[in-house]
């Protein structure tokens, strides 16, 4: 994929989802070594990395990192290795991950399909402030 930043690592989110919503901003607070770019999933680059990873986005509940040309991880993966990013407690907690990926992967499957109803649902995406929009790509 062309356009992307190489030393960045790409957040892939659902855009209308309260809780996803929430996730992002406590993830831009704590990023202190700038590691994190957003993108949400409804949109035409969240589409378009989905399906060059091979991720069909409209089967997808889960959020996604993707690390252009190294990896992608999703569900509880994905959610670990950003915790790791973040440093300081976040990054103690995901190094001490003691439960196996299905298991993790059975929780935030759980959380996932009850998120609207719990957190809601916007109706449009996320529009970044001016501060912020550096953070997202487009």
């Not at 957040?11 to 406590?26: E, H, K």
């Not at 103690?92 to 993790?104: R, S």
Request: hydrophobic fraction near 40%.
């Amino acid at each position: 994929m062309q356009n992307l930043p190489k030393n960045k690592k790409i957040i892939l989110f659902d855009g209308v989802c309260n809780l996803c919503n929430s996730a992002v901003q406590f993830i831009i607070e704590r990023d202190k070594k700038d590691v994190f770019r957003f993108v949400a999933l409804q949109s035409d680059l969240g589409k378009e990395i989905c399906n060059y990873i091979g991720i069909d986005n409209t089967k997808t509940d889960s959020i996604i990192l993707y690390e252009p040309g190294i990896a992608y991880y999703y569900k509880s993966e994905a959610a670990l290795k950003i915790a790791s990013q973040l440093g300081g407690f976040y990054g103690f907690m995901a190094g001490i991950n003691f439960l196996p990926k299905k298991i993790n992967d059975i929780i935030y499957d759980y959380i996932a399909k009850n998120r609207y109803k719990w957190y809601g649902k916007k109706e449009h995406c996320m529009i970044p402030t001016p501060e912020l929009k550096a953070k997202f790509l487009v």
